[in-house]
């Protein structure tokens, strides 16, 4: 058998991956700064669910903590088990709050749930009664209709004085509708209603703004802001330049590239039919990679914004797909490009510093949050810090 040097493994497997991301520790951290300042005398925490968007929750946890976060969200406890390793003496908020049979991890950990419902309050009460005292945070539906205590509930707890002495909430929150629609008049109704809820627990930490809640001004921000997209680059407002810097860079390898005459159609279904010889490359990208393949140049009605599809990048040049997106591959357009551009082994960009990861979504019919978190199934991750 071949004999191969110790770290073949580790410095090979990015530079022949077949979907990498390059995640800037720099970038992300400069966003949370930013954020930071954006959010005026409240203080920033950091939004960090679904491996955070992607990125990796170990290595973005530890760079945001070490950037000074000291308040964290994420959605699951298993996701505040790994963050609490890189985050040690950081407030983690458990989202998705507080099931029975999941006390042990929040206490051992020193997870604070979210309780969003009446059913999780009483778990709570009954959790309280049993182990003493325990942070948590209340959730308050100031009219999302997702999750959240009833507005009137949560202000009547406020003043209850039957309840429990170890009852010690040390956040309450609301979510935002619209906040990415500055002009929306639910944001100011939602604002009212959380400037009641935040009156009855003075002296506990409100929070109200996601990324988007930022941009609204000093009124929506409270004690605490809790950013998400916005610091891994995403646009947190619909219709506004995105100030963020961009974090996240997606490569596919061109597996092959291969010539293609007119009258000759492309991929599944014959989606798109040439009308002229082209050159095409093939790319180890598709939607079990989180690669949307409602992106494809055809035969996807539910899409309007960008009828001919999405885009990739490419020696320079934003290169058009091809045809469908398919599970593993996708085809790229590179005949406008010197015919000896692009090699197989080469990699096309398909989000990053030259495609934003929204100008994906948008050509998928869909947003630039989901793009991010769903692509991270399978590629290779590499980071770069300060240092590089
Ligand atoms: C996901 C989430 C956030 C972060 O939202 P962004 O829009 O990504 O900034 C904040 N608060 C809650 C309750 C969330 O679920």
Redesign the pocket.
């Known amino acids: 058998m071949t004999d191969f040097p110790d770290d073949y493994e580790e410095e090979d497997r990015f530079a022949s991956a077949g979907l990498r991301l390059t995640v800037d520790l720099a970038a992300l951290t400069d966003n949370w700064r930013d954020m930071a300042r954006r959010s005026g005398k409240a203080r920033t925490a950091a ?1 960090v ?1 679904a491996d955070a968007y992607s990125t990796g929750m170990e290595d973005a946890g530890e760079a945001l903590y070490l950037a000074g976060a000291r308040h964290f ?1 994420v959605a699951t406890v298993d996701e505040g088990v790994t963050l609490r390793l890189y985050a040690p003496d950081a407030r983690i908020f458990v ?1 998705s709050g507080i099931w029975p049979g999941t006390e042990r991890r929040f206490f051992e950990n020193d997870l604070v749930p979210v309780i969003s419902s009446e059913e999780q309050l009483a778990f709570w009460m009954a959790v309280l009664a049993e182990y003493g005292d325990y942070p948590c945070a209340l959730h308050v539906d100031t009219g999302f209709n997702r999750l959240g205590l009833d507005m009137n509930e949560a202000i009547a707890l406020a003043d209850d004085v039957s309840r429990p002495a170890s009852f010690a909430p040390v956040l309450v929150m609301s ?1 935002l509708a619209c906040g990415d629609d500055p002009n929306s008049a639910m944001n100011r109704q939602q604002l009212e209603s959380f400037r009641k809820v935040s009156a009855a627990y003075e002296g506990i930490d409100s929070s109200l703004s ?3 809640g930022i941009f609204l001004g000093s009124d929506y921000h409270f004690d605490l802001t ?5 610091l891994y680059g995403g646009e ?1 407002v619909n219709g506004m330049a995105n100030p963020m810097r961009s974090v996240v860079t997606a490569e596919a390898r061109v597996i092959q590239v291969r010539d293609a005459k007119a009258g000759q159609a492309v991929g599944y279904g014959r989606a798109l039919e040439l009308t002229r010889d082209s050159r095409l490359a093939i790319v180890s990208a598709g939607y079990a990679d989180g690669y949307p393949r409602s992106q494809s140049s055809g035969g996807v009605p539910l899409r309007h914004v960008a009828p001919q599809g999405g885009h990739g990048f490419i020696a320079g040049r934003r290169v058009p797909i091809a045809g469908r997106v398919t599970m593993d591959l996708t085809i790229f357009d590179i005949t406008d490009l010197p015919e000896n551009a692009v090699s197989a082994g080469d990699y096309v960009e398909l989000f990053g510093k030259n495609i934003a990861v929204d100008d994906v979504a948008r050509a998928a019919g869909t947003i630039g ?1 989901e793009v991010l978190t769903s692509m991270g199934l399978r590629h290779e991750r590499r980071y770069l810090s300060e240092d590089d």
């Open positions: 939004v669910k969200f989202l979510h996601a990324s988007a809790r950013p998400g997209i916005a947190a949050y």
